[in-house]
């Protein structure tokens, strides 16, 4: 289960959609978070039908910003919520965990549907009739429970010979990888990348080594998704402490980098799950989980964030002093 993010519906977005449901001549409000507020970014009046009106949504939509589309369908409204894959790590984690709060914010009771989406014909009239459709010949799962579906599928666990099944993932664990995870977590090195054969759909190792940060850095490959599991040595509060963080890398075509084919994509996103398992397999702690885009979504400054977060200062209550006559009793000595 997310947890909301905490972000708040602005003023402005309120009045907005009050003054939409009353008048009915708005067919859609354009939302994103901004100065971390929830606020309208743009308005569409009402063209024509709604199946007509979904024609205005794409130019709304940009290749690398996620947004909100709250849409009139003539009767309730739809939550749109477009996070395309070139979208930062950081804001695909706030819009996700946003949409719940907004929707509550806004009133429940106002939305009839919401669809989630990467890609602008995720919108279109075509699009949302697909939607609409898969949601009437079977529940949609989240990708939590698609995993787990996939598992339960797939069979029991399978110990032994040159490969390993964990959790009854579909995608047999190479040996070698099993080896490196368990050698790293003994602390013979600080670093291993794992890797997927997409043609031989096997979980493989594809190097160990002892890197720092900026060697961890250099590491990330710029065109090909990756799992990395990295020993961090450093220094906080005056102890020297050693973090083991598991990073899951999907270059998506930002700041130099290529978007890798999608079915690569898909392929790591639904085994990051059950490459961290191989690692409890051998007895392993990950104390830290990351998912990056670029290599700039990792340095030492946000390490160390992720690892030592800064405690929120707790408000020491004022305390009055005692009226006249309401402190404590004294003992007086009476000769």
């Known amino acids: 289960m997310s947890h909301s993010s905490g972000i708040p519906v602005s003023d402005q977005l309120r009045e907005a959609f009050g003054s939409a449901r009353e008048s009915g001549n708005v067919r859609f409000i354009k939302v994103q978070i901004v100065n971390d507020e929830l606020v309208q970014i743009a308005t569409e009046s009402v063209q024509g039908d709604w199946e007509e009106d979904f024609a205005l949504i794409p130019s709304h939509l940009q290749v690398d910003q996620p947004c909100y589309i709250l849409f009139f369908l003539g009767d309730t409204w739809a939550i749109f919520c477009y996070v395309p894959d070139k979208s930062k790590v950081k804001e695909k984690m706030l819009y996700a965990s946003t949409r719940s709060n907004m929707k509550m914010q806004l009133g429940s009771s106002n939305f009839s549907d919401e669809v989630f989406g990467t890609v602008p014909s995720d919108f279109s009239l075509s699009g949302y009739k697909h939607h609409v459709q898969s949601k009437k010949s079977e529940a949609p799962l989240t990708e939590s429970e698609q995993i787990k579906k996939s598992e339960l599928e797939s069979g029991p666990i399978y110990s032994g010979g040159q490969t390993t099944y964990v959790h009854g993932v579909a995608f047999p664990v190479d040996k070698q990888a099993t080896d490196a995870i368990s050698n790293f977590m003994n602390g013979s090195n600080n670093y291993v990348q794992i890797a997927i054969d997409c043609e031989k759909e096997r979980v493989v190792l594809d190097h160990t080594g002892n890197v720092d940060v900026d060697g961890l850095i250099n590491e990330i490959p710029m065109d090909q998704p990756r799992f990395h599991l990295f020993a961090w040595a450093h220094e906080f509060e005056g102890n020297q402490l050693t973090s083991n963080v598991y990073i899951y890398s999907s270059p998506d075509g930002s700041l130099g980098t290529k978007s890798a084919p999608v079915r690569m994509r898909m392929l790591y996103s639904s085994s990051k799950a059950n490459v961290e398992e191989i690692t409890k397999s051998v007895g392993g702690k990950i104390d830290a989980k990351l998912e990056i885009n670029t290599k700039e979504d990792i ?28 402190g404590g009793r004294t003992l007086i000595n009476r000769k």
């Open 299 to 326: 340095s030492e400054e946000i390490l160390m964030s992720l690892i030592h977060p800064q405690k929120e200062e707790k408000k020491t209550a004022f305390s009055k002093p005692s009226r006249p006559g309401k």
